[in-house]
């Protein structure tokens, strides 16, 4: 079934269900129009160190005419960034993106095997790279086309005293920068310089260019990369402005950033929407660090925070965390994978605020769906679309289901991806004649509207033709207190076609296998139920955090 619209006025009122995507020509309007508005506010901060919008607009600037006349980057050109959440990110974004170049964004923990096929299948001529990760791109390189390295270091946006000591610590007491050598590189710092030197001359840019080659392993697996727009960025921080417009005072808020900025979720919601809103954007560099995020929201007003669920266990198992002063905190946003009702619950719990669900994916920009802001408890559900975005649910054989029945979504809407970089094969995979998305992605719509999601199609167990959703077998297990993380798979059986294994982190070392198996039979029905449980002291994750399915099995 097709949703209807007018649900969404509905269950939050004041949103409109469709709104002009296309009132800002570029995601570098946007910018330099947030940049005019709160030039002198706090914009970026990482390591104590605040930039103000005005200082990151000279430094894009510096960068912009440096990869201009320099480098001599022409439009469409693909430039690569290879860093965590420091200062030079937001930075390097959009400078790339004023220059009129194309952002290809790396996880910084590729191995050289998986950065030359993300370097060479997008066809980057350039990248900048923190220091800590330059061997591996060292690796890489002969094997490559690009063409100028940029060599950024922690310390380099800390100040002299401040980023001197940081650097030190980093190179010569913790080992983490590993040696390498890249003699033609320069350093980032240099590249301000140098482009300090030289005006930058303006690049015209629509909503029809081409602004992200985002990767992803999508609905069919090889890393590919998702062509996403100025169009499809703005339409999309739009789509989120008008969603979360009650909530939120332009310029007067403090968000914290520990989801990694090359995911497509932070990466949007951070960098784009809350730089349209003049927001203090504090970049976590390292989130695994649990203790020292602690110490981050401890010394900040916060007010917004986005997290997985397995930040949000994380955070609510450290014993820090609820002694923390939630008065200020307006909004928690969850995305990229399941959350699970017991982290949900116990959120509210401690910061009195719900965690509001939202859904998307890599070719959507990624918002397709969110939960309304005025719902102040844990739906269970992914929520409602956002303005101008139409969602069905289809069978097997095309066809639209009834409310309430399984299929897979399709999403249609002006944040929906071009197409997969070079691959028309694997595009027309996932796209109709209509303009509809495949996601990949078992769901199903309620009398009211609010999508639920049942699992990622692939990830889905049949169970002597039965079918198994591992959401829902994991979110079972969560329950029980002594289990501190779970992931479930399918794996072969010669009496059932499919058997289903658990993966379980212990919270409690008494934990047994019959303890999880008598727990289950309570919830589940009988071929639901794991025979097959193994014990570990952690489980594969994604770089924000989410279980990899494919990893355990």
């Not at 970026?44 to 960068?63: E, I, K, M, R, W």
């Not at 100028?148 to 980093?170: C, H, T």
């Not at 403090?254 to 784009?272: D, E, G, R």
């Amino acid at each position: 079934m097709a949703i209807e619209k007018i649900w969404l006025s509905s269950y939050q009122p004041g949103v409109r269900a469709d709104i002009d995507v296309r009132a800002c020509g570029s995601i570098i309007d946007v910018f330099q129009q947030s940049v005019r508005q709160f030039g002198s506010r706090p914009g970026f901060s990482n390591f104590g160190v605040t930039q103000t919008y005005a200082q990151t607009a000279s430094y894009v600037n510096q960068l912009s005419a440096f990869l201009q006349h320099q480098f001599g980057l022409k439009k469409g050109d693909r430039v690569a960034i290879m860093m965590p959440n420091v200062l030079q990110y937001p930075v390097a974004v959009f400078a790339i993106l004023q220059a009129g170049g194309v952002i290809v964004n790396v996880n910084p923990m590729y191995t050289p095997r998986e950065l030359v096929h993300q370097l060479n299948d997008s066809g980057a001529k350039a990248i900048i790279v923190l220091e800590n990760f330059a061997a591996t791109l060292q690796k890489a390189l002969p094997a490559t086309q690009i063409r100028q390295v940029i060599v950024a270091s922690m310390g380099d946006m800390l100040g002299s005293i401040k980023g001197r000591m940081i650097n030190f610590m980093l190179r010569r007491v913790k080992k983490a920068v590993p040696a390498y050598h890249l003699p033609h590189a320069i350093t980032f710092k240099q590249a301000l310089k140098r482009g300090k030197r030289q005006p930058f001359v303006p690049v015209p840019l629509s909503q029809d260019d081409l602004a992200l080659l985002q990767y992803t392993g999508g609905t069919t697996g090889v890393p590919k990369g998702a062509k996403l727009t100025h169009g499809n960025i703005v339409a999309n921080m739009a789509q989120a402005g008008e969603w979360i417009k009650s909530e939120l005072v332009e310029g007067q808020e403090v968000v914290v950033s520990p989801l990694p900025l090359y995911h497509i979720f932070s990466l949007t919601v951070n960098i784009m929407i809350f730089t349209k809103v003049g927001a203090k954007n504090i970049l976590i560099t390292n989130p695994r660090d649990i203790a020292g995020l602690v110490k981050t929201l401890r010394h900040n007003r916060i007010s917004v925070m986005g997290g997985v669920n397995t930040l949000f266990n994380a955070l609510l198992h450290h014993p820090d965390f609820a002694k923390l002063d939630f008065s200020s905190w307006k909004l928690t946003l969850g995305g990229g994978m399941a959350l699970q009702q017991s982290v949900a619950d116990e959120w509210q719990k401690v910061t009195h605020i719900p965690i509001i669900e939202a859904y998307g994916m890599t070719e959507t920009s990624p918002g397709v769906c969110a939960n309304p802001l005025n719902i102040r408890q844990h739906s269970g559900t992914a929520g409602l679309p956002i303005p101008n975005t139409d969602v069905e649910i289809r069978a097997e054989d095309g066809h639209v289901v009834a409310v309430g029945q399984a299929g897979e979504l399709w999403v249609k809407g002006p944040q929906v991806m071009q197409g997969y970089w070079n691959r028309p094969d694997e595009t027309a995979k996932v796209m109709d004649e209509r303009g509809y998305f495949a996601t990949g992605d078992i769901g199903k719509m309620d009398e009211k509207g609010f999508i639920q999601l049942v699992d990622r199609k692939k990830d889905m167990i049949v169970v002597s033709g039965f079918n198994v959703y591992p959401n829902e077998v994991e979110e079972v297990i969560a329950m029980m207190p002594q289990v501190l993380e779970v992931g479930c798979i399918g794996v072969p059986s010669e009496k059932s076609g499919e058997a289903i294994k658990l993966f379980v982190v212990k919270k409690d070392p008494a934990l047994t296998r019959e303890d999880i198996i008598t727990h289950a039979r309570q919830y589940l029905t009988a071929y639901k139920v794991p025979k097959d449980i193994e014990f570990r002291d952690e489980l594969p994750k994604s770089n924000v955090g989410k279980i990899l399915r494919k990893e355990l099995r």
